[in-house]
């Protein structure tokens, strides 16, 4: 069956970068569009970015955009998430989740997550 | 850009029924989608496209959208449906992901 895993989250001080991995199997990796969602301490969901399934369009939330970078191995089947000069406010679990197409379409498998901590 | 409103809680009593309402300006016009996040897990698709419910979704959970409000309905209430749940839609002109702010359902 589809699964997900996230992994690469930890504590790191601000203005640095961390990489977040996603590993996938139980479906063809790269025919997917794939998504990064995070979820900081008593807030709500927020999308972080959108990979389409062969890396050739990326879009961003406007709170990452020019911050983080989304990228994938489909020879791997990972995504992966670039984070440079980290917030305070990055402070969050992050999912990453499947797009039911190679695009923009919901999104109807979740990984776990793992947790960032940005904190000094 | 698109802001979709959803009331900070709902709650409602074993067996009785669920409104959660997804507001914005002509959201009719678009496909709305619904997840629900339980404490400690990833959230799950349980409405997709306004009305659709995924395969191991109890019918009990049902969608609509017109006008200025989706609504995602639970009926018959039960325990283990006390969760977070977040409205989706694809913003076009911006080429972005919107989630509604999210609303906790209480079951009394």
């Known amino acids: 069956q589809v699964q997900l895993v996230e992994s690469g989250g930890g504590v790191v001080q601000p203005g640095r970068s961390l990489r977040l991995s996603c590993a996938a199997s139980g479906f063809t990796f790269s025919t997917y569009g794939m998504n990064w969602v995070r979820r900081a301490p008593g807030k709500g969901l927020e999308w972080v970015a959108l990979?389409?399934?062969?890396?050739?369009?990326?879009y961003y939330a406007d709170s990452v955009e020019g911050r983080f970078t989304s990228s994938r191995d489909n020879s791997k089947k990972t995504l992966y998430l670039q984070m440079n000069s980290l917030r305070a406010e990055d402070t969050a679990i992050y999912y990453c989740a499947r797009s039911t197409t190679g695009g923009s379409s919901y999104f109807d498998s979740w990984g776990q997550g793992t947790l960032v901590t940005v904190s000094s | 850009s698109y802001v979709l409103t959803q009331p900070p809680s709902v709650s409602v009593a074993p067996g009785k029924a669920a409104r959660i309402t997804c507001a914005e300006n002509n959201i009719g016009s678009k496909s709305v989608h619904w997840y629900q996040q339980k404490p400690g897990q990833a959230p799950v698709l349980v409405i997709y496209?306004?009305?659709d419910r995924p395969s191991g979704i109890p019918e009990r959970f049902s969608g609509s959208n017109s006008g200025n409000t989706a609504t995602l309905t639970i009926s018959r209430v039960e325990a283990g449906d006390e969760a977070d749940y977040y409205c989706?839609?694809?913003?076009?002109?911006?080429?972005?992901?919107?989630f509604g702010g999210g609303t906790k359902l209480t079951v009394l």
């Open positions: 989706q839609v694809w913003d076009s002109s911006s080429d972005h992901w919107v």
């Open positions: 496209y306004d009305t």
């Open positions: 990979i389409w399934y062969d890396g050739t369009n990326k």
